[in-house]
């Protein structure tokens, strides 16, 4: 079976969820299939945890489980070491973690979700151990770098002792995919099992109050179970014998939260100051409220029909628009709207392996950029638009000849 429903929520047990946003059956939104291929389906709706009686944690979840190989099998598309933007982001972890930990020789750098390997090309220490856990690895192994350890498996301590032992990792990362469990707080008593007692566990993912400013409902796939706000972060972590040494904001795939943890009995120092003042200011925003995210949703509802009446418009002035940049989040947009090859006749796109391919639930072809503009379309729809300074550095001569960017999120923006 693809996916099975939640009776309670995933980190605190509360059985009291209620929908709040429901996008319907979507193909699953992170994979590339073939021309002639099916693609499985199954729905996007999220649930919130009641906290309203001051003890539940409040999580913003899927209302389902799917299963983690049809996710992330043959058909999965995404590669870190594509996209200039997230190679510099991953760069600038990397310096900042050096600049944190004291890493010596002999010690161990683990990735957890590794993908093709380019954050642990940035560290550039000679002497270390420099590991990825990524089920992907079968697909994207042959991009890591020469004597990094590859296991294509997905984490748990267990696998992690089958290669290592009783070893300890100086520094553990899983970035973009802690959202991804469906069983959070064990993967974090795995994690903290072979963590040295003097390491970092460095984790980034999408941060949900933002989400919710930017409307940001693409945000929404099969992939990510859960929406956090740190105060269910700080939850988690108080219950796992850990602490939070630092937290940064940032504006990562349309804006994300970074955390260093650490042991409790680490002498690196926990940072309560911090923590407390976000979780105060998250609370001023009345997230435990379900008209929160009633508003959200109508929000998700008006963005859609200011989509098609602009893709509308651009039909009736006679002006072609095509897709730029297939992605996990474009396949969200794209459905929600129930876009066609009517309305984008192909998707430009960098990866070669999506070349040939479609779009989950829409048929739309996915082209190469050069394929696509030797077309001179008035418009691209920029559907991973939260890179939205990097591409339009990078399609300044498309700009300059006249071509428009047409950017969906937070609102339709044309450049």
């Given amino acids: 079976m693809l996916y099975r429903e939640i009776t309670e929520c995933r980190i605190c047990g509360n059985k009291n969820i209620y929908q709040v946003v429901e996008l319907g059956d979507m193909a699953l939104t ?227 939260f970074k955390v260093y943890l650490a042991k409790k009995g680490s002498k690196m120092p926990g940072n309560e100051k911090m923590v407390r003042a976000i979780i105060e200011a998250e609370e001023a925003r009345n997230l435990q409220e379900p008209q929160t995210y009633e508003d959200f949703n109508k929000s998700i509802m008006t963005h859609r029909e200011d989509l098609l009446s602009f893709l509308k418009k651009i039909k009736k002035e006679g002006k072609t628009i095509y897709g730029y940049g297939a992605s996990t989040k474009g396949n969200v947009i794209l459905q929600f709207a129930k876009l066609s090859k009517k309305d984008l006749p192909a998707i430009a796109e960098v990866n070669e392996y999506k070349y040939g391919r479609k779009a989950p639930g829409t048929d739309i072809i996915i082209r190469s950029e050069a394929e696509v503009k030797a077309l001179k379309p008035d418009y691209l729809l920029v559907l991973p638009w939260h890179f939205k300074d990097n591409i339009i550095g990078k399609e300044q001569e498309y700009l300059d000849a006249g071509g428009h960017l047409v950017f969906p999120l937070p609102k339709i923006e044309v450049v």
């Fill in 30 to 256: 992170g994979v590339f299939p073939q021309i002639d291929e099916e693609v499985e389906a199954g729905p996007l709706t999220l649930l919130k945890c009641d906290d309203r009686d001051g003890i539940s944690c409040g999580l913003l979840q899927l209302a389902h489980n799917y299963q983690p190989e049809k996710l992330y099998g043959d058909n999965y598309g995404y590669r870190s070491g594509l996209n200039r933007s997230m190679v510099a982001h991953l760069q600038e972890l990397a310096n900042q973690i050096k600049s944190k930990v004291d890493i010596k020789s002999g010690d161990l750098i683990l990735d957890i979700g590794s993908n093709d390997g380019t954050l642990l090309s940035c560290y550039g220490i000679d002497g270390v151990d420099l590991v990825g856990i990524d089920p992907t690895i079968k697909k994207f192994g042959m991009y890591y770098q020469r004597g990094a350890i590859k296991i294509p498996d997905f984490f748990s301590s267990e696998v992690f002792k089958k290669e290592f032992g009783d070893r300890k990792a100086k520094v553990v990362t899983s970035i973009a995919m802690f959202y991804d469990l469906e069983h959070p707080i064990d993967f974090m008593a795995q994690v903290y099992e072979i963590l040295d007692d003097e390491g970092v566990w460095v984790l980034e993912q999408s941060y949900m109050p933002r989400m919710i400013d930017n409307v940001s409902y693409d945000t929404i796939c099969h992939e990510h179970l859960e929406y956090y706000a740190i105060r269910q972060f700080s939850w988690m972590v108080s219950r796992i014998g850990m602490k939070i040494v630092d937290i940064e904001l940032n504006e990562t795939n349309g804006a994300s």
